[in-house]
């Protein structure tokens, strides 16, 4: 596992400098979500624009178990 490359696993990367712009989101219920929070204040640290947002009272997979939800 120290050996995986960072494009398998981008937030374990050290340096995200030059990273084109990102969007990305999650909701509010995801077990991941304060990982996905440290990426992207970490991709603006390194000055990559980011579009993000959470999504209040969704789980992980949500936006494809119930793609046409309302949230």
């Known amino acids: 596992m120290d050996r995986m490359p960072p494009y398998a696993a981008p937030a374990r990367a ?3 400098s030059g990273l084109p712009p ?3 989101y999650v909701g509010d219920l995801e077990p991941f979500r304060d990982e996905v929070m440290d990426y992207v204040a970490r991709l603006r640290a390194a000055g990559v624009e980011v579009v993000f947002e959470v ?3 969704c789980y992980h997979g949500f936006d494809v178990v119930a793609p046409g939800a309302a949230v």
């Open 22 to 24: 990102a969007f990305t």
């Open 14 to 16: 050290t340096d995200l």
């Open 55 to 57: 999504f209040p009272g």
